[in-house]
């Protein structure tokens, strides 16, 4: 029985974002946002190499999850899944290259399918994308989440993440470096709207919904390069839980930070 998920974030942010999931047995790849090579860097520091990919997953279309897509795609022939409307989008993205259409495995929003080992939930979320989704992945015995992405979330997103054995969730900014920052006036509105980024503390506020006796890791991912800081994303989000309507507080869960633009060491859940 392989009651473990490794997770492995290769890079998170703004400019570029790769996450490997694992259980020893089936390997997949979450986003290929970075280049080939970083990918490549990235799996070798768990001994691995992106021909043991038994899939690449993208959660949307934007250059910072797809820019290495194509070299992957072309090189090592992995199969891509994504919704319809995701595959529009990269089909469409010039940058990526030409990618054969026969890798691509057309998935639903909130239908189940199973790669190796692993159970891959696609969660509907709100982003200025085609057809967005986070993810929820399923091995024999551990749950993991990975949600980022996402301006608002909604019921039946809170409901999504529950009895998760870990979450990876997105922190983008601190709300008052983004009001003083230098990105101008409507690209901060896109932010903050419901089809944006999370900031730290709704990062938090969710978090506070979906705490559990069974979550032990939370992984905050996704930061914003120009508004936000590792520690403040730690800092607002560990007291949005303290400040949460439950049980719980933050020193009862392992919370860390991915690395912008290096692999964080190897999570085993």
Request: proline share 4%; hydrophobic share 40%.
């Amino acid at each position: 029985m392989k009651d473990f998920l490794n997770l492995l974030s290769i890079a998170s942010g703004s400019s570029g974002n790769s996450i490997y999931v694992g259980d020893g047995q089936t390997h997949l790849l979450i986003d290929a946002g970075i280049s080939g090579k970083r990918i490549e860097q990235g799996l070798a520091t768990i001994g691995l190499t992106p021909a043991q990919l038994d899939a690449v997953f993208v959660t949307h279309e934007h250059a910072d999850h797809i820019a290495g897509l194509g070299v992957l795609a072309r090189k090592y022939g992995i199969p891509i899944y994504a919704t319809g409307g995701t595959i529009e989008g990269i089909l469409e993205t010039k940058s990526v290259g030409k990618i054969e259409e026969s890798l691509f495995c057309p998935i639903r929003q909130d239908e189940m399918i199973c790669v190796g080992s692993l159970r891959i939930d696609p969660l509907p979320v709100s982003h200025d994308a085609r057809e967005p989704v986070a993810y929820r992945i399923y091995g024999e015995e551990k749950r993991l989440g990975i949600i980022t992405d996402l301006g608002c979330y909604t019921e039946e997103i809170v409901a999504g993440l529950q009895n998760m054995d870990a979450l990876f969730v997105e922190a983008n900014h601190d709300e008052n470096m983004r009001q003083v920052g230098p990105y101008p006036y409507p690209l901060k509105q896109r932010i903050l709207g419901q089809k944006g980024h999370l900031s730290n503390e709704s990062s938090g506020r969710l978090l506070g919904k979906v705490l559990s006796d069974r979550l032990k890791y939370i992984v905050l991912g996704h930061l914003s390069k120009e508004n936000n800081m590792p520690e403040l994303a730690y800092e607002a989000v560990r007291l949005e839980i303290n400040m949460s309507d439950n049980e719980f507080c933050a020193e009862d869960f392992t919370v860390m930070v991915a690395k912008r633009n290096e692999p964080m060491e190897l999570l085993v859940i």
